[in-house]
């Protein structure tokens, strides 16, 4: 990259797609009451959150904290905020359908280990499972996004070839999928590798609309964060507060938290519609409503605009 070029391809706007209702929710031990959740999603709405992954439909007995998934989407405020739900099988498909849900989330990881210890079955087996997963969606008039897991890198494999991530790219999009998140699921991703992953999808499927999802892991999603909208994505996963983290990796941090990454994006010029403020506010209501401490700086330590009243001097 020349010397400021990446600077003036910097996009204007950018999407915020929230995801702590359904990664940050999930690892919570504690069963979050309905109205709980229904309360602090319809927060992160009011703030300017216009897409949202609201939970999962996944069997309640793998995670009891998403039990309630139709009833959260059926209790809060869904006029201005597209409303995604995680789907792992077609029976979550159809549960989610029947909660009319805006979109479906389906799930496949890049790396076949990964794959078969989150779903028990082959990377092939997955993609073949989508087929009638989108056609009910079609005849819903669902829309559909799928989420590759693993794509920068594997817990159980180490390093995923680019050529593996396109290969499961392709297929999905031969299978109709309009949008694909690149998900770096245990925070492995460097800026570098994040520059060739993210490079060769979008030269490869332009006509595709892309996602990055980053993990905080290793305290390196910020920066993958902006190297990957140097490469032209405009659309990014975050989860408020810093909420998430891995069941592979205990004690470590979540996505990159929605109000840091608004934070940065603001200051760097870069809109994203969301009334910063208000975010801010909610993610501390997040956090006390959580009971933990939770990752997030900019609710720590405020904006940089907040500017201190200079110390009185004494000489
Ligand atoms: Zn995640």
Do not use: Y
Not at 34 to 58: C, H, N, P, W, Y
Not at 256 to 270: A, F, K
């Amino acid at each position: 990259m020349a010397k400021d070029s990446w600077i003036s391809n910097l996009p204007s706007t950018v999407e915020m797609v929230e995801v702590g209702p359904r990664d940050g929710l999930q690892i919570i031990q504690e069963f979050v009451p309905t109205e709980k959740k229904v309360e602090l999603i319809d927060a992160l709405i009011a703030a300017g959150i216009r897409r949202m992954e609201v939970t999962s439909f996944v069997h309640p007995r793998f995670v009891p904290q998403l039990r309630d998934a139709a009833e959260v989407l059926a209790g809060i405020n869904r006029n201005v905020c597209v409303c995604m739900a995680m789907v792992p099988n077609m029976k979550g498909a159809e549960r989610a359908v029947d909660a009319q849900v805006d979109m479906l989330d389906v799930i496949v990881s890049a790396s076949e280990s990964h794959n078969r210890s989150n779903v028990r079955r082959s990377i092939d087996e997955s993609l073949e499972g989508f087929v009638r997963i989108f056609d009910l969606a079609r005849e819903a008039g669902v829309s559909v996004r799928a989420s590759l897991a693993t794509s920068f890198g594997c817990p159980f494999e180490g390093d995923v070839p680019v050529s593996q991530v396109l290969r499961v790219c392709h297929r999905l999009q031969e299978l109709g999928v309009m949008e694909i998140a690149l998900c770096d699921t245990t925070g492995m991703a460097n800026p570098v590798q994040v520059s060739k992953v993210v490079g060769a999808c979008l030269d490869e499927m332009p006509g595709l609309q892309w996602v990055a999802h980053f993990h905080n892991t290793r305290g390196a999603g910020s920066a993958n964060l902006v190297v990957a909208l140097a490469e032209g994505i405009t659309i990014f996963d975050a989860s408020i507060a810093g909420l998430g983290g891995c069941p592979f990796a205990p004690g470590a941090t979540g996505n990159v938290p929605t109000e840091d990454m608004v934070h940065m994006l603001h200051e760097m010029g870069i809109e994203t519609g969301i009334d910063l403020p208000a975010l801010i506010t909610t993610a501390r209501v997040w956090e006390e409503a959580i009971g933990e401490v939770l990752p997030g700086q900019v609710m720590k330590a405020g904006r940089t605009c907040d500017l201190h009243p200079l110390p009185p001097l004494d000489d």
